[in-house]
């Protein structure tokens, strides 16, 4: 029975490459010196260091253009507020991976709505959709991409 993946995911590997590409940038750029900008990389998020909230939002838009050309999707980045303390700004960002349980839910139930001929099933951080006949699958990758989802969805492991 043909299946494939509905899975939220991004190249760990290309992130770190795009982080180290900003820093570099922040370091030799005249508007940042003697400021301290850097950015860090956590396991799931990154972290904006530096003196005020409008360097803040000029490194963030140095990083949205670097993971871009990387090939990162940003709509995986959730922005968090930035926090301001003395000569100090800091701003996280965390890196979505995985599909969440109330979204995996919520798309399950959109397209049980639909009437396709599919089976949807939860696994983990992922969906795995499966039918009789590959025309189903590929009508419900199609409704899947006209559904307004705040994650970046990817298509993977399609099984005849």
Do not use: W
């Not at 570099?24 to 909230?53: A, H, P, W, Y």
């Not at 999707?73 to 303390?85: A, R, T």
């Not at 965390?94 to 599909?99: A, H, N, V, W, Y």
């Not at 951080?125 to 989802?149: A, H, P, W």
């Amino acid at each position: 029975m043909p299946s494939f993946d509905v899975v939220s995911d991004f190249n760990r590997h290309e992130v770190v490459n795009a982080v180290d590409q900003s820093n570099r940038e922040v370091t030799t750029r005249f508007d940042f010196k003697g400021s301290n900008s850097k950015f860090i990389l956590e396991e799931n998020s990154i972290n904006l260091i530096s003196q005020s909230k409008f360097q803040l939002q000029q490194m963030l838009d140095i990083l949205k253009q670097k993971l871009s050309k990387r090939g990162i999707n940003i709509g995986c980045l959730q922005i968090e507020d930035p926090d301001l303390s003395g000569n100090e700004a800091r701003q996280n960002i965390i890196l979505r991976k995985g599909i969440d349980s109330e979204l995996a839910r919520n798309l399950v139930k959109k397209i049980k709505a639909n009437k396709i001929k599919v089976q949807v099933a939860i696994q983990g951080d992922q969906l795995r959709i499966s039918g009789k006949k590959r025309d189903n699958l590929q009508d419900t990758i199609k409704f899947i991409k006209e559904l307004d989802v705040d994650l970046p969805l990817q298509y993977e492991n399609f099984r005849d």
